[in-house]
């Protein structure tokens, strides 16, 4: 008499916990007329020389990592991306301890506003601004620790850039 009782409550748990999943969805959640970028060298008003360049590839990387868009030619790709470096800086994070002159930490900034249109319409997508940022130390001069900072910030705007046009929706 005891097994139909305990039946129904594991057949009523296993419904309980698959209900979870109802809304569970694989694949994208863009709308299907959506499904290719292209992303337009970025331009830059800070003075750092290539940042363009760095910023844009890195960007283009991650959508193709991403896979969600397809990254085409302008006049193929169902969304438009262009954008803008306005930013790019050091901040002083930490002073050395017997030195608070000397700064041993700092955070790289780079600052990206943003733009993403679709292609036939016109349509706003997506405007806004987009940092990424990273910590290091400061070891030996400034501006090669710089330099060598740019490729991880780079790389950080370009994952926020691709998240910001695919949580649009």
């Given at each position: 008499?005891?097994k139909?009782?305990?039946?129904?409550?594991i057949?009523?748990?296993?419904?309980s916990?698959?209900?979870?999943?109802?809304?569970?969805?694989?694949?994208?959640?863009?709308?299907p007329?959506?499904?290719?970028?292209?992303?337009a060298?970025f331009?830059?008003?800070?003075?750092?020389?290539?940042?363009?360049?760095?910023?844009?590839?890195?960007?283009i990387?991650e959508?193709?990592?991403?896979?969600?868009?397809k990254?085409?030619?302008?006049?193929?790709?169902?969304?438009?991306?262009?954008?803008?470096?306005?930013?790019?800086?050091?901040?002083?994070?930490?002073?050395?301890?017997?030195?608070?002159?000397?700064?041993i930490?700092?955070?790289?900034?780079?600052?990206?506003?943003?733009?993403?249109?679709?292609r036939?319409?016109g349509?706003?997508?997506t405007?806004?601004?987009?940092?990424?940022?990273?910590?290091?130390?400061?070891r030996?001069?400034?501006?090669?620790?710089?330099?060598?900072?740019?490729?991880?910030?780079?790389?950080?705007?370009?994952r926020?850039?691709?998240?910001?046009?695919?949580?649009?929706?």
């Amino acid at each position: 008499m005891r097994k139909p009782k305990y039946a129904l409550t594991i057949i009523a748990a296993a419904f309980s916990f698959l209900g979870g999943c109802a809304n569970y969805q694989l694949g994208t959640t863009l709308p299907p007329h959506l499904r290719s970028i292209n992303v337009a060298t970025f331009k830059t008003t800070s003075k750092e020389p290539r940042i363009e360049t760095t910023v844009t590839s890195d960007t283009i990387r991650e959508f193709q990592r991403d896979g969600q868009l397809k990254v085409k030619d302008v006049d193929e790709a169902d969304i438009l991306l262009t954008a803008t470096i306005t930013e790019y800086k050091l901040e002083p994070v930490r002073a050395h301890r017997n030195n608070p002159k000397n700064t041993i930490e700092y955070r790289a900034f780079i600052v990206v506003q943003m733009l993403a249109v679709e292609r036939a319409t016109g349509k706003k997508i997506t405007m806004q601004s987009v940092t990424g940022s990273k910590t290091f130390e400061a070891r030996g001069d400034l501006m090669t620790a710089r330099r060598n900072i740019l490729p991880e910030v780079s790389r950080e705007v370009g994952r926020k850039v691709v998240d910001a046009v695919i949580s649009a929706w």
